[in-house]
């Protein structure tokens, strides 16, 4: 990603790679080989081998942004980010228990103008949000205040189990 170097308070958070927490566990179990009278069913029926692997780990942060370009930088990695609202059902970002809603969306709006700036006293011309975003003094053109790798992925779990026949030994 092409961050906007100059906004240090914007640019600054987790990297991309930090899992905090990081938990693996392999494991080989050798059955033992019956003592049968039969060679041929000695061989069947030993030599089998149990192995697994056991792998939990806290997600990786990511940053929300808002689609498109609005921000004008013609970038092939533009940063538009939203603003944070606070407070209420946004004290809690994410939904873990709704992985198709993860993120929780109604908090996070186009940024809005500081209130006592007027739209026109700024030395650009403001693109306002759409109508149905329902929000005054949106202005898409500008950085909203949340950061670099704000929020963080789901936590990722894995389990892998083998079965094998060993070969005999000679």
């Excluded at 005054?136 to 500008?142: K, R, S, Y």
Aim: include cysteine; charged fraction near 10%.
């Amino acid at each position: 990603q092409s961050l906007l170097y100059f906004d240090y308070p914007q640019t600054h958070g987790p990297c991309d790679f930090d899992i905090r927490s990081n938990f693996v566990l392999n494991f080989i179990y050798d059955f033992p080989r019956p003592k049968l009278s039969s060679s041929l069913l000695s061989h069947v029926a030993g030599g089998w081998e149990l192995s697994g692997l056991v792998s939990v780990n806290s997600g990786t942060p990511f940053t929300p942004v808002m689609a498109g370009d609005p921000l004008g930088e013609k970038s092939s990695t533009p940063q538009p980010f939203p603003d944070l609202l606070t407070g209420g059902a946004c004290d809690n970002l994410l939904n873990l228990s709704t992985p198709s809603h993860y993120i929780n969306l109604a908090c996070f709006t186009p940024p809005v103008l500081p209130s006592g700036i007027a739209a026109g006293s700024l030395p650009f011309s403001c693109q306002p949000a759409a109508a149905s975003v329902g929000i005054a003094n949106t202005c898409m053109n500008l950085l909203g205040d949340v950061t670099r790798n704000s929020l963080r992925g789901p936590n990722l779990r894995d389990f892998d189990l083998a079965i094998l026949k060993m070969p005999p030994d000679f």
